[in-house]
């Protein structure tokens, strides 16, 4: 028992010297697994060991039998080990290695054969009737094997220290003695059983070994770390002299890039002074009378070229100044509302010579002015544009959206987007479709007229814009290029309204488009000038409209007409409201296409002017002013007087009459009763044509309401019956009972309590 308590102190004492081993603090090797391994079964022997001391005190027969079985195992599992660590440790790979290795685990196989045996027959050990341990054959023999096994690989490890040399040598050596030092111990234990000097020795042996492989580990670390800082100083070297290598060839090519550029330069502007001198003589020798018709084809061709040679060098001496430089952005107020409109001229011809359909739509807040460099910007809708128009079969469609994105220090962001339905660019290009004289086709120099510069150049402005481009494409199907600039915010504001002439916050407009972005973005434009906007998504809902506006003797001041519309265009919704207002309102046509082609027809059909879409306040506030002038001139002109005309008053309320006679004869008007509405039938009925100038109707009357009074009227054989004005008197004011009236025949709507300047305006506008 006293020596199993020694044992356990030391092997305690031999952990917490190796406990930075037991951590693992370096990555496991195959000889530190190997060590760990070692230690758990040194740890199993003391375990053992300590047990067996208690359950001999204890007389617990059963259970030290087990334990001996174990202790037996564990020191055959230590010497095992022990072989495959020195193994592991010399790593020579030889013959004998591998001998020894396969020896070890032969004995250990053996012992645990041996061990299991004895639990049937006493062949290692035994205990008697009193528990007094008796040792048998096998143990011997396994001491034996022991010895013989520390004894083999002493003399094999003493065998590779003659071919070592300096402090690997030692180490060996020191090896090879220790295994001899562990035969002796064994020897000790053959006699003094319980005394665990074999077994310590285990532990300080092994202990010594590893700290060798440590030791070789550091000095291979150390080896590794001097060679890795070698190749980290080579690869410094090597990327200063490429570093300097680069810096030459990018001086190089500087000097080249200058050299080109200059070059370019020169060429281009050698190449205008006779190409200016050849469209003059064009263009002067095509308006000579003389000239024939065969001469004026060539003529023709030659300008055609000559002015497509002359955008080349345009496009040329553009990326000169982009490569050297030399471009800038001014930074001016331009209307962009104008810019736009010459845009839209431009490319709506070059859709119509295509037979394409071209549409241009603004969504959100857009402003008429901005701080900004108004022809780059125009160049970079052209050139996205241009070649939407032109990479876009006939019977295709290009289009074009304004949005306005955030703003922030006096800085406004637009987004323009351009798709077509064209031929698309293949995915394998698309990475390309920026680069200087790239093209996806060589072919399409000659079928196309590209010089691979329009998109570079597009490119470089906006970014030089403070912007950003992007392009999504697919082939056969069509492209969508995203533009995003940075234009400077005006304090112009967008319309100008002279004093005393209008105020647009007393004006109100009619937008009848079916396109609901188109009618969206009218109503913020308008609306931010004060303009109140009502609007329709198609010709007939707006033509109701106005009727239920004109019979409240509330005419808008200005209807704005999409020309291209289903079921009815502009033109036809142009033809029905001037049936219902007659030539008193403006209407203009907005339109995104030229239209010399419909004026005559447009103009017939009543349409005061045409302007161009995207609708902006600032376009349609001079149209309000036209409109305020015509108007008051026609108004001036139309009145009539009233003085003497005979009104037929409809009305069951007598005090009700009674006030409106009295109104009606401020401007020395005649007004005859009738108390219901078959009465007012009869009266007109039984009246000379003429006698009557207007018929102001209450519509609740009993007997006979207005509307079927109306009816009646209308319906009556007389040359006065439909052309006398009848004006519905009612305190029922929704849409639904003036487009009743409407129906009915009546002229006008005027809501009770009916003021006296309307009631008069009515009469002079409707009287004869």
């Not at 031999?14 to 230690?39: A, H, M, P, V």
Request: glycine share 8%.
């Amino acid at each position: 028992m006293t020596y199993s308590i020694i044992g356990i102190l030391a092997a305690i004492l031999l952990l917490i010297i190796n406990r930075d081993i037991l951590l693992g603090s370096r990555e496991l090797t195959q000889t530190l697994r190997s060590y760990r391994q070692f230690l758990m079964g040194v740890m199993a022997y003391y375990i053992t060991d300590l047990l067996w001391g208690i359950l001999e005190a204890k007389g617990w027969i059963p259970l030290l039998y087990a334990d001996t079985a174990v202790h037996f195992a564990a020191m055959a599992t230590a010497v095992l080990l022990w072989t495959q660590y020195v193994i592991s440790y010399l790593s020579g790979g030889s013959t004998v290695e591998k001998i020894l290795f396969h020896t070890g685990r032969i004995f250990f196989a053996f012992e645990i054969v041996v061990i299991v045996v004895n639990f049937f027959y006493p062949v290692l050990f035994r205990f008697d009737a009193q528990g007094v341990y008796h040792a048998e054959a096998a143990r011997y023999v396994t001491l034996a094997i022991q010895i013989l096994m520390f004894l083999l690989t002493s003399i094999y490890t003493l065998r590779i220290t003659a071919r070592s040399e300096g402090s690997v040598k030692q180490r060996h050596l020191t090896i090879g003695l220790f295994g001899i030092a562990m035969i002796a111990l064994i020897s000790i234990q053959l006699f003094y059983p319980l005394m665990p000097f074999y077994a310590m020795g285990y532990m300080l042996g092994t202990s010594v070994l590893h700290s060798f492989v440590l030791e070789d580990e550091k000095e291979e670390y150390r080896r590794e770390l001097e060679s890795s800082l070698e190749r980290e100083q080579a690869q410094r070297e090597e990327l200063a002299e490429s570093r300097e290598a680069l810096r030459d060839a990018l001086s190089s090519a500087e000097h080249a890039n200058q050299a080109k550029t200059a070059f370019l330069s020169n060429m281009s502007h050698e190449i205008r002074t006779p190409m200016n001198a050849i469209i003059g003589l064009n263009n002067i020798a095509m308006n000579d009378p003389t000239v024939s018709g065969k001469v004026r084809e060539y003529l023709e061709k030659i300008g055609a070229s000559a002015q497509h040679l002359l955008g080349i060098i345009n496009d040329i001496l553009d990326m000169s100044r982009i490569e050297s430089g030399r471009m800038t952005i001014k930074k001016e107020e331009f209307s962009f509302s104008k810019a736009l409109e010459q845009v839209n001229t431009i490319i709506i011809g070059q859709c119509r010579d295509k037979g394409l359909q071209y549409d241009c739509q603004v969504k959100g807040r857009i402003d008429d002015y901005y701080v900004g460099d108004a022809m780059k910007l125009k160049q970079v809708m052209i050139n996205i544009l241009g070649n939407a128009v032109k990479f876009t079969p006939e019977g295709g469609k290009v289009s074009f959206l304004i949005e306005e994105g955030a703003r922030y220090d006096r800085m406004a962001t637009l987004k323009l987007v351009f798709r077509d339905t064209g031929i698309g660019i293949g995915k394998e290009f698309l990475p390309h479709v920026f680069d200087a004289f790239s093209q996806e086709d060589s072919s399409s120099t000659s079928r196309y007229g590209s010089t691979g510069l329009g998109m570079p150049i597009t490119k470089s402005i906006v970014e030089l814009m403070n912007g950003h481009i992007e392009v999504e494409s697919e082939k056969g199907v069509g492209t969508t290029f995203t533009v995003t600039v940075t234009l400077g915010e005006s304090e112009r504001k967008n319309v100008e309204t002279p004093g005393g002439e209008l105020d647009p916050h007393e004006m109100s407009v009619l937008v009848i488009d079916d396109d609901s972005i188109a009618l969206e973005h009218a109503e913020i434009v308008l609306g931010q000038v004060g303009v109140h906007c009502e609007t329709a998504e198609s010709g007939w809902e707006g033509v109701d409209k106005v009727r239920i506006r004109h019979g409240r003797r509330e005419d808008f001041d200005l209807i704005l007409i999409d020309w291209r519309m289903p079921e009815m265009d502009g033109i036809e919704t142009t033809r029905q409201i001037r049936s219902i207002v007659g030539s008193d309102t403006p209407i203009i046509i907005l339109t995104a296409f030229n239209w010399d082609d419909i004026a005559d027809e447009a103009r017939a059909a009543g349409v005061d002017t045409f302007a161009p879409k995207p609708l902006f306040a600032g376009s349609v506030m001079e149209e309000f002013r036209e409109a305020f002038r015509r108007k008051s001139e026609r108004t001036a002109v139309q009145t009539v007087d009233l003085k003497g005309r005979r009104v037929l008053l409809a009305e069951d309320v007598p005090i009700n009459a009674e006030i409106i006679a009295m109104v009606l004869s401020m401007r020395e008007i005649e007004a005859e009763h009738a108390a219901n509405g078959r009465i007012a039938v009869e009266m007109f009925a039984g009246s000379k044509p003429g006698y009557y100038d207007a018929i102001l109707m209450d519509m609740r009357m009993p007997e006979m309401d207005g509307l079927e009074a109306t009816r009646a009227i209308r319906a009556l054989d007389r040359p006065d019956a439909g052309a006398v004005p009848i004006i519905a008197l009612t305190a029922n004011a929704f849409d639904e009972d003036v487009q009743r009236s409407m129906q009915a025949g009546l002229n006008a709507h005027l809501s009770k309590p009916v003021e006296p300047d309307t009631l008069f305006a009515t009469l002079e506008n409707l009287v004869k």
